[in-house]
T-cell receptor, first 114, second 112 residues
Framework: DTAVSQTPKYLVTQMGNDKSIKCEQNLGHDTMYWYKQDSKKFLKIMFS???????INETVPNRFSPKSPDKAHLNLHINSLELGDSAVYFC?????????????FGPGTRLTVL | QKEVEQNSGPLSVPEGAIASLNCTYSDRGSQSFFWYRQYSGKSPELIMS????GDKEDGRFTAQLNKASQYVSLLIRDSQPSDSATYLC????????????FGKGTKLSVIP
């Protein structure tokens, strides 16, 4: 059984389009995260939700909007896609979003903006 | 700015040798640290966590933490070609922190 799943796995789209990535976890965790990993493999936090409440909102363009319909799901919507948005986006979850809790990652969504 | 620094490598070791991966961090308030392994094209996979000064062993892996020196390391004994991957060091800052800061990773190659 997949613990943290993401769809789609690959996303190829044109500049200016709007797209969404979905994430679901079946671990019963309270906290979910979105990370961006760029071409140099640097993994950077974008957002975090704890029990559907936004707790981390790093400096990302407001074209990116996370939505958490329940604590098992965290979706990422991106408006007006730009070339620089091309990256791999990882969803992760943890039991509770504080020190000592291990984060588990989904398989990633490779976004390519043409 | 909380930072976690790693030597990007690549680090090459022969099969059967000990691979030593190092990480330093800037925030003295950091409480806990994690090592993730990431194969090319795959997601990060947690392999070790460490919270207290000293060593923690799990199979062929040993994590070491020295809070006074703000230093974390991962030793891989009897390295295998299957250990070839990028290793990411990450740390939380403070008990109330929700944010895990990652280093840029060290690429390890184990040569048969």
């Amino acid at each position: 059984d997949t613990a943290v799943s993401q769809t789609p796995k690959y996303l190829v789209t044109q500049m200016g389009n709007d797209k969404s990535i979905k994430c679901e976890q079946n671990l019963g965790h309270d906290t979910m995260y979105w990370y961006k990993q760029d071409s140099k493999k640097f993994l950077k936090i974008m957002f975090s939700y704890n029990n559907k409440e936004l707790i981390i909102n790093e400096t990302v363009p407001n074209r990116f909007s996370p939505k958490s319909p329940d604590k098992a799901h965290l979706n990422l919507h991106i408006n007006s896609l730009e070339l620089g948005d091309s990256a791999v986006y990882f969803c992760a979850s943890s039991q509770e979003g504080w020190a000592y809790n291990e984060q588990f990652f989904g398989p990633g969504t490779r976004l390519t903006v043409l | 700015q909380k930072e976690v620094e790693q030597n990007s490598g690549p680090l090459s070791v022969p099969e059967g040798a000990i691979a030593s991966l190092n990480c330093t961090y800037s925030d003295r308030g950091s409480q806990s640290f994690f090592w993730y392994r990431q194969y090319s094209g795959k997601s990060p996979e947690l392999i070790m966590s460490i919270y207290s000064n000293g060593d923690k062993e799990d199979g062929r892996f040993t994590a070491q933490l020295n809070k006074a020196s703000q230093y974390v390391s991962l030793l891989i004994r009897d390295s295998q070609p299957s250990d070839s991957a990028t290793y990411l060091c990450a740390g939380y800052s403070g008990a109330g922190s929700y944010q895990l800061t990652f280093g840029k990773g060290t690429k390890l190659s184990v040569i048969p």
